[in-house]
């Protein structure tokens, strides 16, 4: 069973409280419970440490790039199982770059991404 009741607000804010390394645990979550649910695919999706290594080494391109593929794993996840997507790679780039201009919009963006980390995981436990 994995956790899908994640309330983005709240994350921000041990995100905050935890200097970060909430955040940090969370995305080691979020790649496990990820490779849980969607490995019908044949993909996998990397963990904690070479997350950190790579975007080091890519100056945060691997950053953002790893969670592009991981929102489409779970774009694909979800209309595999004839659910349509909470958070698509359009709507979170959309919101992450456009809505910079009315400054809520990365705010949105995350949300999105933690209610599409949910989806995933409320398919994955039969509750679609």
Known sequence: ????????FIV???SLITCGIYSLVL???ISR???IACQKDGKHTSGLLAFILLSIIT?????????????????????NEGVEPKCTI???ILWMILGQLIIIGPFVA???YIKGFNQVCAIYNGKK
Do not use: C, P
């Not at 945060?60 to 969670?67: C, E, R």
């Open 59 to 79: 100056f945060g391109i691997y950053g953002v790039v790893w969670q592009l593929l991981l929102i489409y794993r779970w774009q694909k996840f979800a209309e």
């Open 12 to 14: 921000l804010l041990l």
């Open 1 to 8: 069973m994995l956790k899908d009741n994640r309330n983005w």
């Open 90 to 92: 359009i709507s979170y």
């Open 33 to 35: 419970d990820t490779n």
């Open 27 to 29: 995305l080691h979550i």
């Open 110 to 112: 995350f949300a999105k």
